[in-house]
Structures are given as C-alpha cells and as structure tokens.
C-alpha cells in the first residue's frame, strides 16, 4: 500500500486482504486524527466498499 500524495490510501486487494486492510486503515485513519465513532464508521464504509468491488468486480479490487 502507497499514501499518494492528497492523502489517498491505495492497494489491491482480494477477499482475503479485507482484515488487512481495515487495520491499516484504521492506523492511517487514527494518524489524520479521526476516532471514535467517525473512525468506526469510516471503516465500516470501507469494509463494505470494498467487499462489494470484491463481489461485483471479479474477486479484487483496487
């Protein structure tokens, strides 16, 4: 995973990355300062997000 430069947070991934990526964005998120519930809903959005290009974009996304 690459911060590009705006602070965007990108990677590949396959079902088996979802665990993954949510504790690294969960660590990015808390360094920009987000917690609480405004953390746990970003990363529930993510996580569904994510699972949804998984099932509808042919087993990854990116």
């Not at 519930?37 to 042919?58: C, F, T």
């Amino acid at each position: 995973m690459r911060l590009a430069a705006d602070h965007r947070l990108e990677t590949d991934f396959t079902s088996a990355d979802l665990p993954r990526l949510r504790v690294v964005l969960g660590e990015y998120a808390a360094r920009l300062g987000l917690a609480g519930s405004r953390r746990n809903a970003l990363l529930l959005s993510a996580n569904e997000l994510a699972d949804n290009a998984i099932r509808h974009a042919g087993e990854a996304g990116c």
